[in-house]
């Protein structure tokens, strides 16, 4: 069973930066396509980067573009997401998501992955 946990959430001041990770468990091949998302209160959940384990791509939504870094440490099965610059529009609280697929290019659609995590809180305020 894959499973994911997320940590690194927190409180961080507008303009500050925070690392979320997510340590996957139980994947069962080299082809998956992990994705990191938001949901601010009230509002849908939003994608907001996405990696690609076979070929290293990666994508980003429009928001967090030259914010946001994704990454990925193999050895340790751990997925990470750099976040930069942070503003109050950003509070929210973070998911990563998985799904195990052996071709194409991940998406930051909520509808493309299978498995999820808890979700870590993020909270930018002075």
């Known amino acids: 069973q894959l499973q994911l946990v997320e940590s690194g959430g927190g409180l961080v001041q507008p303009g500050g930066s925070l690392r979320l990770s997510c340590a996957a468990s139980?994947?069962?091949?080299?082809?998956?396509?992990i994705g990191w998302f938001r949901q601010a209160p009230g509002k849908e959940r939003e994608g907001v980067s996405c990696?690609?384990?076979?070929?290293?791509?990666?994508n980003y939504a429009d928001s967090v573009k030259g914010r946001f870094t994704i990454s990925k440490d193999s050895a340790k099965n751990m997925v990470y997401l750099q976040m930069n610059s942070l503003n109050p529009e950003d509070t929210a609280v973070y998911y990563c998501?998985?799904?195990?697929?052996?071709?194409?290019?991940?998406?930051?659609?909520?509808?493309?992955?299978?498995?999820w995590g808890q979700g870590t809180q993020v909270t930018v305020s002075s």
């Open positions: 998501a998985a799904r195990q697929v052996w071709a194409g290019v991940c998406s930051v659609g909520v509808g493309w992955y299978d498995y």
């Open positions: 990696f690609t384990n076979s070929g290293g791509r990666t």
């Open positions: 139980g994947l069962t091949s080299a082809y998956y396509h």
